[in-house]
């Protein structure tokens, strides 16, 4: 099994024996995966019959497509919709947050920080606005008694959201720190599956919300058996346009070419040298409470609004056949894993991609290898399709997210959850974010291609193994450096005769050696954790 191959270091290898029954596996490591099972399984072996996706292609196209999808099993009652403020919403993984600080982050188009009370022991989410002069407190400190302090006035507040102190209010005058305007609007916030999530209301009448709903849940990334390695990005495209391209794995060999493996089709079927190829995938239940789809290697679940994630099947469900009671070898645990993507509305034009792939095989890779070695491939693998869909989100805002169906052509059943995505949206989601009027619904203008793609700002401040690896590696260049010039100028200033030819020259060696390393290092922090382009014409 191919562990690394979205890694830009030498790949790492893990030799497994599969039981005869199971199949052959995708790479688990990189974002979107090969849904094709291995050869000698048929993706269309179903013996049960199931409702498959729907079509919305629009009724003015006079040439019907080759077995299109078909309409999906709906179950609803009449005048559902969904609200987008009823829900809980990640903010960040707990690993990349720092508790001796508070984070701003904007979820939905709210402006929240997130700080740890030591007090309470526990993650708060605050609107991230001090009630004296609205100046962010998201820059403000903890300050010596776990109190989260505004620093442009001092003002300090509880876990609670209740003003402690207003530094300029005198001590024996009323307590106007006691008012209720001067206290700070708290959301209900939990950890779940090592991420915080809060429920974008203040309103008291939510307080104990978690004992009625709580975060959607999956299981493997608290399981100890399981990796549970997670990252965070930043994204200058919108939710809709991130969530159906991770839904949507034809795009792979084509988009990520030369950055992920799937599987090739036999010379005597291959279109083309990328190796694309037909794909059976099925939804079979949506509702307003998202959808289940099978992919054939898989099966996946739309949670909405954030999570969508895919799992491996039973060995006799992927393979179509009963597993034996009894049998050798069925004892054994079953090799499985997880992807899991979570899709965070931030504003128009932007989300926020949280990711991890619990596995329950290799897990000693991710023990020796840092997280951030893992993130430099996947960065790229984000990097390879970001300039397309931010074009595409703009194209598709120029005809309406109302016209998808019209403007985009999708006739085969590789877009079937896709398609199933925006059923979803329009029939129940309103067609789209629900912004309650924050923004006029124009999207952000498009800089420079270099801004656009930059890791360092989308990723790198907001990942702690990341930021500490690009702190190590600038404090190693800048040793080699120190270390170069020195060494030449000892073998300069050294008298003749001080030292030996050969030493001298070691010295000049060594020196224009480290140099070279520095600058060899310098390409690539640059090109791991600020810009890496990539163009398609040539891969």
């Not at 019959?49 to 003015?60: E, H, L, V």
């Not at 001796?100 to 030591?118: F, M, N, S």
């Not at 990796?227 to 939710?239: K, L």
């Not at 805002?397 to 959850?417: E, I, Q, Y």
Request: glycine content about 6%.
């Amino acid at each position: 099994m191919e562990a690394l191959r979205a890694s830009s270091f030498p790949s790492l290898h893990i030799n497994t024996t599969l039981h005869k029954t199971q199949f052959r596996r995708p790479v688990f490591l990189n974002f979107n995966f090969n849904p094709i099972p291995s050869s000698s399984f048929s993706l269309v072996h179903k013996k049960q019959s199931k409702f498959k996706a729907f079509t919305t292609i629009s009724s003015t196209v006079s040439t019907e497509p080759t077995n299109p999808p078909e309409p999906a099993l709906e179950t609803h009652s009449q005048g559902e919709k969904f609200d987008w403020y009823s829900q809980w919403y990640p903010v960040m993984p707990v690993c990349d947050l720092d508790k001796r600080r508070p984070h701003a982050k904007k979820v939905i188009g709210l402006d929240v920080v997130v700080w740890w009370d030591r007090n309470e022991e526990v993650w708060k989410v605050f609107d991230d606005s001090c009630p004296h002069r609205l100046a962010p407190l998201s820059e403000g400190r903890i300050d010596q008694w776990g109190r989260l302090q505004c620093v442009y006035h001092g003002w300090c507040f509880n876990g609670s959201g209740d003003c402690k102190l207003i530094p300029q209010a005198p001590r024996e005058g009323p307590p106007v720190h006691t008012v209720k305007k001067a206290c700070v609007a708290v959301y209900p916030s939990t950890v779940q599956n090592n991420i915080v999530w809060f429920w974008p209301n203040s309103d008291p009448q939510y307080k104990d919300i978690l004992m009625e709903k709580k975060p959607p849940y999956i299981p493997e990334i608290d399981d100890p058996s399981f990796t549970n390695s997670m990252g965070n990005r930043d994204i200058p495209y919108g939710y809709e346009v991130l969530i159906e391209n991770l839904m949507d794995p034809a795009h792979v060999p084509y988009a990520h070419h030369g950055i992920m493996q799937t599987q090739r089709p036999k010379d005597s079927v291959k279109a083309d040298r990328e190796g694309g190829r037909p794909l059976e995938l099925m939804i079979e239940k949506l509702d307003i409470n998202g959808f289940k789809a099978d992919q054939g290697w898989s099966n996946s679940k739309f949670l909405p609004p954030c999570v969508f994630y895919a799992y491996t099947k039973p060995v006799n469900q992927a393979n179509g056949s009963e597993s034996s009671v009894g049998t050798k070898k069925e004892t054994s645990v079953q090799r499985s894993f997880v992807l899991v993507f979570i899709c965070i509305p931030v504003s128009p034009g932007n989300s926020r991609l949280i990711w991890t792939f619990p596995r329950n095989f290799g897990v000693w890779i991710d023990k020796v290898v840092p997280r951030w070695m893992f993130h430099v491939g996947q960065n790229l693998i984000l990097d390879s399709d970001l300039y397309l869909l931010h074009i595409e989100e703009r194209k598709i805002m120029d005809v309406g997210n109302a016209n998808w169906h019209k403007a985009c052509f999708v006739p085969t059943k590789s877009d079937a959850l896709v398609i199933g995505f925006r059923k979803w949206l329009n029939k129940y989601a309103g067609g789209q974010v629900d912004w309650r009027g924050k923004y006029s619904g124009a999207l952000p203008p498009t800089p420079p291609k270099e801004q656009l793609m930059d890791r360092y700002w989308s990723h790198v401040v907001n990942c702690r193994s990341c930021n500490i690896a690009y702190k190590g590696l600038n404090a190693l260049e800048v040793i080699l450096q120190v270390v170069s010039i020195v060494s030449i100028g000892i073998a300069a200033a050294a008298k003749q005769g001080a030292i030996s030819a050969v030493a001298r020259t070691t010295m000049v060696l060594l020196a224009v050696l480290f140099y070279a390393t520095s600058r060899l290092l310098a390409h690539f922090i640059y090109k791991n954790f600020h810009y890496h382009g990539y163009d398609h014409a040539f891969r």
